[in-house]
């Protein structure tokens, strides 16, 4: 074996462990914080029903990631720990929430003990990407944000400060507002976005899965034990029929681009995803498939451009273009050239375009 071909093997060897880990499904008994806020009913009922049916996850990069942002969580939890002004207690404090049929683990109570000794945070840890980091402030951001997990995480940190209040020996012990903190997986940054309680939040919580627990029951005392009896990994087909008459139905048609291509559901509900047409033709066409197998493969990165691209511009917009005598403004941003013109289109408000361009890199001597 060369020392290139030890270099690769050392890297796939790596990376299968990761995935490994990451794709094996595990029986859920139980509502977990972290996906409480999930915005599928279906997900959350097949969750514990019908685990087995997720589809294993098989891209490596992504499971890799995944491991990474645990890892990153757990050195800012170390971080805090060194620092004298403030306390990190209980960490993986285990909390239960009975009427829910819920469970989870808070990652630490955070508190500064020299000014209010008694008091602390319930704190959760999230790792994110620059752009990501950049975009939550408050809140409210995380509501309005594009990606549904985290809009999840508002969810999961007051179910926990719920579960805090509940211990009797914490009740006194914590603020009445939770605590995110966000670290920046590339520069090491952190921000801390409390959360303030919210009653009606609460209430809708409570009805959401007491309906949904009842789904559950239901789901389970009609499907049992019934498996195919060739490798007991997956539901009879009589199973899954009384399954599917018993769950939820399909996200709302406004969350299907964000929440079912990523979900380890969708091979089971994409038969429901229907389109708003009589019927569909069938293609046979090699090219056509493998462009779009390209396109599939490229998706996360046109995702991180699209988050690149939209934060650049943001802070563009701050600086007031100067037009000179050919219509254009320009900024010279390191190597980076941006053009910025104004278009006054007919019957419609003037607006700016940019465009952004790389200098070359200078030619090598020799």
């Known amino acids: 074996m060369t020392h290139d071909e030890f270099a690769q093997q050392l890297r796939l060897d790596y990376l299968a462990a990761k995935l490994e880990r990451a794709r094996r499904p595990r029986p859920i008994q139980t509502n977990h914080p972290h996906s409480a806020g999930h915005p599928c009913d279906r997900y959350l009922v097949l969750l514990r029903v019908a685990w087995r049916l997720q589809t294993p996850m098989s891209d490596p990069i992504k499971a890799a990631l995944f491991e990474e942002g645990h890892h990153q969580e757990s050195a800012l939890m170390f971080d805090l720990v060194r620092l004298p002004e403030y306390s990190v207690v209980l960490q993986k404090f285990p909390i239960a929430l009975p009427d829910l049929e819920m469970v989870g683990e808070i990652d630490f109570f955070l508190g500064a003990p020299r000014e209010h000794e008694d008091l602390r945070y319930v704190t959760d840890v999230k790792s994110a990407s620059p752009g990501i980091f950049r975009a939550l402030n408050t809140w409210e951001d995380l509501l309005v944000h594009r990606r549904h997990f985290i809009r999840q995480w508002r969810d999961q940190l007051l179910l926990y400060l719920e579960g805090a209040r509940r211990d009797?020996?914490?009740?006194?012990?914590?603020?009445?507002?939770?605590?995110?903190?966000?670290?920046?997986?590339?520069?090491?940054?952190?921000?801390?976005i409390p959360i303030p309680w919210d009653e009606d939040w609460w209430y809708a919580t409570v009805n959401r899965f007491a309906r949904l627990n009842d789904i559950v029951r239901s789901a389970m005392a009609a499907v049992g034990q019934d498996v195919a009896p060739d490798d007991g990994s997956v539901f009879s087909e009589e199973a899954l029929g009384r399954l599917r008459n018993l769950i939820p139905p399909v996200v709302a048609t406004e969350h299907r681009n964000d929440v079912c291509p990523g979900c380890s559901f969708f091979a089971f509900c994409c038969s429901e995803l229907r389109l708003p047409v009589g019927h569909a033709e069938i293609l046979d066409d090699a090219d056509l498939e493998a462009w779009l197998e390209r396109r599939h493969e490229l998706r996360p990165a046109h995702e991180d451009y699209d988050e690149a691209d939209a934060e650049a511009k943001a802070i563009l917009h701050r600086y007031q273009p100067k037009l000179g005598p050919d219509g254009n403004a320009y900024f010279l941003v390191g190597a980076f050239l941006v053009t910025v013109s104004q278009v006054r289109p007919k019957a419609k408000a003037p607006y700016y375009k940019c465009e952004i361009w790389r200098r070359p890199d200078p030619p090598r001597e020799g």
């Open 168 to 192: 009797w020996a914490m009740r006194q012990k914590i603020y009445d507002v939770s605590l995110l903190l966000l670290k920046d997986k590339v520069t090491g940054d952190i921000k801390g």
